[in-house]
Nanobody, 125 residues
Framework: QVPLVESGGGSVQAGGSLTLSCEVS????????MGWLRQAPGGDREGVAS????????YYQDWVKGRFTISQDNDKNTMYLQMNNLKPEDTAMYFC??????????????????WGQGTQVTVSS
């Protein structure tokens, strides 16, 4: 399996924006779903947003709806997570992931079998 490569993390103040990118070469057309997940210090890894393959339907956790947007550029083999109106509670390590076996909503870590190394997002108040 080819690992995924994330970029775009950083430190921002509350209310700010960041865009995360993930190179998904080799999985653009073989995935069942692609998504972003995050893990705060001491917490469990949790789904943030996902794209189902085929129809390209997107899914979001309730606490990011209206603030985060997941998208995919197949020509660039890249997946994005645009994050607006960031809050301190969004501080976490963000991971991009691909599921090549089966996928439902793509908001559960168990649905993914290929992972990136993670990129840190820190939001200060």
């Amino acid at each position: 399996q080819v690992p995924l490569v994330e970029s775009g993390g950083g430190s921002v103040q509350a209310g700010g924006s960041l865009t995360l990118s993930c190179e998904v070469s080799g999985y653009t057309y073989s995935s069942r779903c692609m998504g972003w997940l995050r893990q705060a210090p001491g917490g469990d890894r949790e789904g943030v947003a996902s794209i189902r393959s085929g129809a390209g339907r997107t899914y979001y956790q309730d606490w990011v709806k209206g603030r985060f947007t997941i998208s995919q550029d197949n020509d660039k083999n890249t997946m994005y997570l645009q994050m607006n109106n960031l809050k301190p509670e969004d501080t976490a390590m963000y991971f991009c992931a691909v599921g090549t076996r089966s996928c439902y909503y793509g908001l559960v870590p168990a649905e993914y079998n290929v992972w990136g190394q993670g990129t840190q997002v820190t939001v200060s108040s």
